[in-house]
C-alpha cells in the first residue's frame, strides 16, 4: 500500500474529513490492499452508523415521459423510438399497495419528468399511500417551489433529485436547456421544506475526472444529504452518448465507499445500475458501503418501457421475484431486511455497541 494511500485513508476516516485531495488519493485505490482497506473501512462504518438492517425502498416508475434531454438517459425526449406510457392514479395506488403488502415500507414514485401529472394530482396520490402508514419519496425532477410544499404537506417524507455531477461546465454539456444553479436551487427548497433530501451522480461520464467525483461527494456532505444513490454511465443506444464507453464499475464502487467514509450517516442504494453491470453487483455494493435496496414495483407490461439505460435486470419478474430474491440476497450476506421506513439519520451517532474498526 502506499504511504500517501494509508495517510489519506487514515484522516478520512478518524474526522470524516472533507479534504479534496485526500479523497482523490483514495478514489485511486489500487486493487488488492488498498480496495480492500478501503472497502473494509466502509463496511466498518456502515455497521456503526446504519447497522446491519437493508432497508427495501419498493419503486414505482409511473410515467416515462420526460421533458427534458438529458444526454445520457433514454427516456429523452428526444428518443422517438421508446413506447411511452403513463399509469393513471388508480394503477399507481394498486402497484402501491402490492408494495405494501409485500413488506415494503417506503413506496418511490419515480417518473421522467412529465407535467400531465399536476401538482394536485401528484399530492392525491400521495396522500393515498400514507394512509397505508409508509414512508413516499418522490423522484420527479425539477418542480416549482409551489408543488414540493403541497407534496410535503399531502404526507411526502423524501425526495431524490441527483445531482448528476459537481461540474457545473459538465452538467451544463449534459443537460441542454437545464441549469446548474437551478438544480441547487431546488436542492436547497426540498431541504427547507423539510424533506430528507436525496441526491447522487453517475460515474463515468464523458470527461468526468477523479476531482470530479470528489466534488460530487463533498457536495452530497455539503447538502447534508440523506441519501445518496450512485451508479455508473450505461451508455444507450438511442442517446448521443451511445459510443461512450460504460462507466467502470471498480471506480463506481469505490466512490461509493468513499461516500460511505465521508458522509457516514447517509442511506446508500446498491443501485440498479451497479447489479446491470455486474451479476452480483449489488451484494458488492452491500458489502462496500451501501445499506440500501430498491425493488422495482412498476407493473410488469411497462418495465422495459421505463428503459433509462439498457439491460435493466428484473424486467421479467414479478414483484414477489424480487422480494424473495432480495431477502436471500440480504440474508446470504448475514444482513437483514429492515421492517421499519428507515427514515434520515443525519446527526446520529454512531452506534455504541459496535466496536470502531481496526486497519
Ligand atoms: N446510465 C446510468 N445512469 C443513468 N441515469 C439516467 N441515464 C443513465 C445512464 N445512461 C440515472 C440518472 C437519473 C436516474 C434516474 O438514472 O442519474 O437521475
Ligand atoms: Fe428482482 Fe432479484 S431483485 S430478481
Not at 479534496?20 to 462504518?45: C, F, H, M, N, S
Not at 431546488?186 to 470530479?212: A, F, M
Not at 414479478?318 to 440474508?331: K, N, Q, S, T
Request: net charge neutral.
Amino acid at each position: 500500500m502506499r504511504r500517501e494511500f494509508i495517510a489519506a485513508l487514515e484522516r478520512v476516516t478518524a474526522d470524516r474529513g472533507a479534504d479534496k485531495e485526500d479523497i482523490v488519493v483514495l478514489l485511486t485505490a489500487q486493487p488488492g490492499g488498498e480496495e480492500e482497506a478501503l472497502y473494509r473501512q466502509a463496511d466498518a462504518l456502515r455497521v456503526r452508523y446504519v447497522g446491519d438492517e437493508v432497508h427495501l425502498r419498493g419503486v414505482i416508475e409511473f410515467s416515462n415521459y420526460c421533458r427534458r434531454r438529458c444526454r445520457y438517459c433514454g427516456l429523452t425526449a428526444d428518443n422517438h423510438a421508446l413506447p411511452r406510457y403513463r399509469m393513471d392514479p388508480e394503477e399507481i395506488l394498486a402497484a402501491a399497495r402490492r408494495g405494501v403488502d409485500l413488506g415494503y415500507k417506503t413506496i418511490v414514485l419515480q417518473s421522467g419528468e412529465d407535467p400531465w401529472y399536476t401538482g394536485e394530482v401528484l399530492a392525491e396520490i400521495v396522500a393515498c399511500i400514507k394512509e397505508w402508514g409508509v414512508a413516499v419519496t418522490l423522484c420527479v425532477g425539477e418542480r416549482t417551489r409551489e408543488e414540493y410544499e403541497l407534496w410535503r404537506r399531502a404526507g411526502a417524507d423524501r425526495y431524490l433529485l441527483k445531482h448528476e455531477t459537481a461540474n457545473p461546465e459538465l452538467y451544463s454539456r449534459l443537460h441542454p436547456g437545464m441549469s446548474w444553479d437551478k438544480r441547487m436551487a431546488c436542492l436547497r427548497w426540498l431541504k427547507e421544506l423539510g424533506y430528507q433530501v436525496g441526491s447522487g451522480n453517475i460515474v463515468g461520464l464523458p470527461g468526468q475526472t477523479l476531482e470530479d467525483l470528489a466534488d460530487d461527494i463533498l457536495l452530497m456532505r455539503e447538502l447534508e444529504v440523506e441519501m445518496a444513490g450512485i451508479g455508473p454511465f450505461i451508455p444507450h443506444p438511442h442517446t448521443t452518448l451511445r459510443t461512450h464507453p460504460a462507466g467502470s464499475l471498480d471506480l463506481t464502487y469505490r466512490v461509493l465507499a468513499v461516500t460511505r467514509l465521508v458522509i457516514p450517516w447517509a442511506h446508500l442504494p446498491a443501485t440498479t445500475a451497479v447489479g446491470t453491470l455486474s451479476p452480483n453487483g449489488r451484494q458488492m455494493a452491500l458489502q462496500r458501503g451501501a445499506n440500501v435496496v430498491m425493488p422495482n414495483l412498476t407493473p410488469k407490461k411497462y418495465r422495459a418501457a421505463y428503459q433509462i439505460y439498457p439491460g435493466k435486470i428484473c424486467l421479467e419478474e414479478a414483484p414477489e421475484d424480487c422480494r424473495r430474491c432480495l431477502e436471500g440476497m440480504i440474508r446470504g450476506l448475514g444482513r437483514i431486511v429492515a421492517t421499519h421506513p428507515g427514515h434520515g439519520l443525519k446527526g446520529r451517532r454512531p452506534c455504541r455497541r459496535a466496536a470502531p474498526a481496526e486497519g
